[in-house]
């Protein structure tokens, strides 16, 4: 099993940046594959970045491409989503999760509030 806590969530400006953290505990951190995702009340939740378990191959949605950057630190327990030229439809809550299942996302997050303001 895994806990994950997320972080780095808050208001910012249309234009501007930020990090979002999320702390694992329990074992075996590097043995899966994490994400970061988004939702919005009344809409779906969105899969915003991947990273596999060794961090060298990463796949994002398209509408972050080229904005946000996803990360991990193996030795730190600890995955990093880096929003740059943000938007104010970016605004969600973040979460992160881990991958235990081959087919799904099992472990999640309580999630960071990101607002970005016009």
């Known amino acids: 099993q895994v806990q994950l806590l997320e972080s780095g969530g808050g208001l910012v400006q249309a234009g501007g940046s930020l990090r979002l953290s999320c702390a694992a505990s329990?074992?075996?951190?590097?043995?899966?594959?994490m994400g970061w995702f988004r939702q919005v009340p009344g809409k779906e939740r969105e899969r915003v970045a991947t990273i596999s378990r060794g961090g060298y191959s990463t796949d994002y949605a398209d509408s972050v491409k080229g904005r946000f950057t996803i990360s991990r630190d193996n030795e730190k327990n600890t995955v990093y989503l880096q929003m740059n030229s943000l938007k104010p439809e970016d605004t969600a809550v973040y979460y992160c999760?881990?991958?235990?299942?081959?087919?799904?996302?099992?472990?999640w997050g309580q999630g960071t509030q990101v607002t970005v303001s016009p």
């Open positions: 999760a881990a991958r235990s299942d081959p087919y799904e996302y099992d472990y």
């Open positions: 329990g074992r075996a951190f590097s043995t899966y594959p």
